[in-house]
């Protein structure tokens, strides 16, 4: 079993291979948190349908700082349009520069080990932003990648330079010879005034159990645009928590979209800090589950201060003994007046034993704001399904048909052309297949 004093000996080892520098107190104070917090319980409120303790009555192996991953091929993972995109990979939770691809010039994009950018020019950025989702994240595994921080990445967008190559971080949990335990961090800083694109997918090789427990901070300034997109579609034995905290630290622009299709126990965690005038933010999400998959959506907006928009949509298909969650909250701080925020989630369930718990949650403290809230669940529209069969199409067919449209609205958010028409083919082939 790995528990407490398991990760003691190891966070032990860790710290005694880098004592130095301010990372290593970043990393302490996460191992307090996790030691008085322990791994969260459906006793506390945010964790109360996703039973995450459960994953950890097995032995995990964590990669030692000085392990050398066996993998020496990464086109299983590539996708569309990696060709022309900067590719960063992750084995195991550890950023691997031998395995990646920098197509971005130096004056543009600068990617570096958070370690060396915490003990170099890049110190001050590190020291200030590295572990601000801490102060939203207080539960036991997210201190948990905190006390582990170790080949990590940072990432740093240049002042007023729009990339050209998108940005792809592919993450690997070999799970060939035994159980794994990856918990990748990076650090991604963008510019005033620069562009760019984040994607984000996940593969377990191997048929033991592999659990990622990511997080990723992200600062974006004055006059930023940003999109990123989430693509989770790993095998029944890898589970995951992952946690995207971005915060507008300047009046910009984000615009993120999560697809979840395939995998075990998955939460996933997208905090969005409004903290300039005038910030917008889109956020999208799409679950299709099956089998005994278990997707939890976790969404937080804050907004510090006025005259910020936030739209918030995220829709979901729950098919056999899948089940699902959506925790979502609005936040408006007393300063935050002229906000305008929407919420919005809606459900599809197509057997008895699926299963969604649905909490659209507000919290204003403001009183010249616009804000609302909403869910739906539900089952195929009949009269629609029967129009399709009075035309001679199959039922499973019609059904499947129906299930694709009602997607339709979070897929054509995914802007890169490439990446939406191979989710589209995933999802085609995972709604047709399985009727």
Same mark, same amino acid.
């Given at each position: 079993m790995t528990d407490v004093s398991y990760f003691k000996d190891r966070f032990e080892q860790l710290q005694g291979a880098s004592p130095d520098g301010d990372i290593a107190g970043v990393r302490l104070k996460g191992f307090d948190t996790f030691t008085n917090s322990g791994l969260p319980s459906l006793r506390n409120e945010e964790w109360k349908y996703t039973n995450i303790?459960?994953?950890?009555?097995?032995?995990?192996?964590?990669?030692?700082?000085?392990e050398k991953p066996v993998l020496s091929d990464?086109?299983?993972?590539?996708?569309?349009?990696?060709?022309?995109?900067?590719?960063?990979?992750?084995?195991n939770g550890r950023f691997m520069p031998t395995l990646s691809t920098i197509r971005s010039p130096d004056n543009q994009l600068t990617l570096m080990p958070l370690?060396?950018?915490?003990?170099?020019?890049?110190?001050?950025?590190?020291k200030e932003h590295l572990?601000?989702?801490?102060?939203?994240?207080?539960?036991?595994i997210h201190a948990l990648n905190t006390s582990f921080i170790s080949g990590g990445v940072f990432i740093h967008i240049a002042k007023k330079q729009q990339l050209e190559h998108p940005i792809y971080l592919y993450h690997v949990s070999d799970a060939r010879d035994h159980h794994t335990l990856s918990q990748p961090r990076s650090l991604v800083y963008a510019g005033e005034g620069s562009k760019l694109q984040l994607v984000e997918t996940y593969q377990t090789i191997g048929t033991a159990d592999s659990f990622t427990n990511q997080v990723m901070e992200v600062v974006v300034n004055n006059d930023t645009r940003m999109e990123y997109y989430k693509l989770q579609n790993d095998s029944a034995n890898a589970s995951q928590v992952s946690t995207t905290h971005i915060r507008q630290a300047g009046r910009s622009y984000v615009h993120a979209v999560t697809i979840t299709l395939n995998g075990g126990m998955i939460r996933n965690n997208m905090n969005l800090v409004l903290d300039?005038?005038?910030?917008? &933010? =889109?956020l999208y999400?799409?679950? +299709?589950?099956?089998? $005994? &998959? =278990?997707?939890?959506?976790?969404? +937080?907006?804050?907004? $510090?201060m006025p005259n910020c928009f936030s739209n918030q949509l995220y829709k979901g298909i729950v098919d056999d003994n899948a089940t699902a969650v959506f925790n979502g909250k609005i936040m408006v701080q007393p300063q935050a007046q002229k906000t305008n925020a929407y919420q919005s989630n809606k459900n599809i369930l197509l057997t008895d034993q699926a299963s969604i718990n649905t909490k659209p949650q507000l919290e204003i403290f403001a009183d010249d704001v616009k804000c609302s809230h909403g869910c739906t669940v539900g089952q195929l529209d009949e009269t629609a399904l029967f129009y399709l069969r009075a035309r001679g199409i199959p039922k499973e067919n019609a059904q499947a048909m129906l299930l694709q449209a009602f997607t339709a609205d979070i897929l054509v958010q995914v802007k890169p052309l490439l990446l939406r028409e191979h989710?589209?083919?995933?999802i085609t082939v995972q709604l047709f297949n399985n009727k």
């Open positions: 303790s459960s994953l950890f009555n097995k032995e995990y192996h964590v990669a030692a700082v000085d990464v086109d299983f993972l590539r996708l569309p349009g990696h060709s022309g995109a900067n590719e960063l990979v992750f084995v370690e060396d950018a915490a003990n170099g020019i890049y110190k001050e950025l590190v572990g601000q989702s801490s102060k939203y994240l207080k539960d036991g300039a005038a005038g910030n917008e &933010t =889109h999400g799409l679950y +299709l589950l099956n089998g $005994r &998959t =278990h997707a939890d959506n976790h969404t +937080l907006v804050d907004n $510090r989710i589209r083919q995933l």
